[in-house]
């Protein structure tokens, strides 16, 4: 008896000695071996964090305007403990440059403690206009500490560095007017090699993107250079109405060499950052949500993205996509003339397109206030009827699609732009910020799509795959329904881009 409560009491000790051990294991756990070197992360919350790893080699000197290249391999291990440089960019309110050209960095939200098995990775591309923004300003915490998730966020290129065509200038610039969109790929080509080493899936990457992320991400889908570096994608207010025609890039380009005083683009390899910033700034004034953006240059994309899904197909992927219900109030309590849009605003937002939006808000003054009017056909042409024509065009390719409208403003006031970033990226300490239930419902659904699941609930309602017959969108509201839509509203006449210059 005596032998046996030993023996037992030794087991005993011995596994906790091994649980305490496994633990300090796993907190100390911060450092990851990856194709370029070892690197550090520190320990954060629920999470083990990378921040600021590099996934291409700095753009600057000889590689300025070039697409990304492979990172050159380090010897140290890299202590990842700071947020990388922003990409360069103009604040408007302060009059100033701000961030690098060496930006390509991205963070690692890695949980600390999940079940066995390889887990599920989110990538997020920010928003801004493709002028403005950061990986670092959404909180990756969000899904990593409690959900299981490995979340990632990065920096890319933004506004003339990330999307200025320089095709037809030099043959050794001719993916130019795509760099932000290939710097997107990059990092997910650098998450493929190496998710691995952190727990993480490479055959369950998902793709997420808000504003001009959203449109990056749609136009990742119309990219061949990035099929088989994801699996899914989260398109939130976005759609491919970015993609411009390389007349309307070479004519914005136009306009900064303008802006600079200069005649010739090869000038612009000379230039200083902020000089390059500041008339980008110039150029896009209040009104530029599409003078920066992919480029339709034969190459990285090609072709009408519409036509293309038509005739190349692509692999099935799970797709989740919304926009919020009044879209454009966000741009019109910026630029305050667009609530009694002319032709002169109108042509400052859309180019040579505002003439069918200008007919459209006409129209629309038949039955609605001015206010009205504007707040309905703008949401339209800015987003709503983006979203759904790439809604349609992936459910018939075949990809399993589930739709949302956010029409929720806990304050009272209307859903617009944005609105829907605090309930997707809920986190506990922000409760005050929003209705913690629907927030609860809504990040829940976002998880369950990320982890792969067919079945995704907004509370105990299935969420239906989105049809061109019977239309079934989930409206998040304080209590969110589903609705069929009878009707969704399309102009055949207006391009699958937004901004054009002919």
């Given at each position: 008896m005596r032998s046996e409560k030993k023996c037992g009491l030794t087991k005993f000790a011995l596994l906790g000695i091994s649980l305490i051990f496994s633990h300090s294991l796993n907190a100390q756990n911060t450092v990851v071996k990856t194709s370029?070197?070892?690197?550090?992360?520190?320990?954060?919350?629920?999470?083990?964090?990378?921040k600021g790893v590099p996934y291409a080699q700095p753009p600057v000197g000889n590689l300025r305007?070039?697409?990304?290249?492979?990172?050159?391999?380090?010897?140290?291990?890299?202590?990842?403990?700071?947020?990388?440089?922003i990409s360069a960019q103009y604040v408007g309110a302060q009059k100033k440059v701000i961030g690098?050209?060496?930006?390509?960095?991205?963070?690692?939200?890695?949980?600390?403690?999940?079940?066995a098995g390889k887990m599920p990775v989110l990538v997020w591309i920010h928003g801004g206009g493709m002028t403005n923004g950061a990986g670092k300003g959404n909180n990756g915490h969000?899904?990593?500490?409690?959900?299981?998730?490995?979340?990632?966020?990065?920096?890319?290129?933004?506004?003339?560095?990330?999307?200025?065509?320089l095709g037809d200038v030099n043959k050794a610039y001719a993916t130019s007017g795509n760099n932000g969109l290939l710097d997107c790929i990059m990092a997910l080509k650098w998450i493929k090699q190496n998710i691995i080493a952190f727990d993480g899936d490479p055959s369950k990457v998902t793709v997420m993107g808000q504003s001009a992320g959203a449109k990056l991400v749609s136009a990742i889908y119309v990219s061949p250079a990035a099929k088989g570096y994801y699996s899914q994608l989260i398109i939130e207010s976005g759609g491919v109405q970015c993609i411009r025609d390389s007349s309307t890039a070479k004519s914005i380009r136009k306009r900064m060499l303008d802006s600079l005083s200069v005649n010739n683009a090869?000038?612009?390899?000379?230039?200083?950052?902020?000089?390059?910033?500041e008339a980008e700034g110039k150029v896009i004034s209040r009104q530029g949500t599409n003078y920066f953006g992919p480029v339709n240059d034969g190459l990285i994309i090609t072709g009408d993205p519409y036509q293309y899904i038509n005739e190349h197909g692509s692999p099935k992927v799970r797709v989740l996509i919304g926009t919020?219900?009044?879209?454009?109030?966000?741009?019109?309590?910026?630029?305050?003339?667009?609530?009694?849009?002319?032709?002169?605003?109108?042509?400052?937002?859309?180019?040579?397109?505002f003439k069918q939006i200008l007919a459209a808000y006409q129209m629309a003054l038949t039955h609605n206030t001015p206010d009205s009017a504007a707040i309905k056909v703008l949401t339209q042409y800015m987003y709503q009827m983006h979203s759904y024509r790439f809604a349609a065009e992936l459910a018939q390719d075949g990809n399993p699609v589930w739709k949302y409208r956010f029409?929720?403003?806990?304050?009272?006031?209307?859903?617009?732009?944005?609105?829907?970033?605090?309930?997707?990226?809920?986190?506990?300490?922000?409760?005050?910020?929003?209705?913690?239930?629907?927030?609860?419902?809504?990040?829940?659904?976002?998880?369950?799509?990320?982890?792969?699941?067919?079945?995704?609930?907004?509370?105990?309602?299935?969420?239906?795959?989105?049809?061109?017959?019977?239309?079934?969108?989930?409206?998040?509201?304080?209590?969110?329904?589903?609705?069929?839509?009878?009707?969704?509203?399309n102009d055949p006449s207006f391009p699958s881009g937004c901004f054009l210059l002919k």
């Open positions: 370029d070197g070892y690197i550090k992360g520190v320990a954060e919350n629920q999470s083990i964090v990378f305007f070039k697409a990304p290249q492979n990172h050159a391999p380090w010897t140290d291990t890299l202590l990842c403990d700071k947020f990388g440089s690098s050209e060496d930006c390509l960095s991205l963070n690692i939200y890695q949980p600390a403690n999940h079940p969000a899904f990593s500490d409690n959900d299981g998730i490995i979340t990632i966020t990065i920096n890319y290129r933004l506004g003339a560095f990330g999307f200025t065509y090869s000038n612009l390899f000379g230039l200083s950052t902020e000089k390059i910033i919020t219900k009044y879209e454009s109030l966000l741009f019109m309590w910026g630029d305050k003339r667009l609530y009694r849009p002319d032709s002169i605003v109108l042509k400052g937002w859309f180019g040579d397109n029409d929720y403003n806990k304050n009272g006031g209307s859903a617009t732009h944005g609105g829907e970033l605090s309930y997707v990226w809920y986190m506990p300490e922000h409760a005050k910020q929003v209705d913690s239930l629907l927030a609860l419902q809504v990040h829940s659904a976002w998880v369950s799509f990320i982890k792969g699941e067919d079945n995704i609930k907004i509370g105990d309602q299935l969420w239906p795959n989105y049809n061109t017959e019977t239309r079934p969108v989930f409206v998040l509201d304080k209590s969110p329904y589903i609705n069929n839509l009878k009707h969704v509203y």
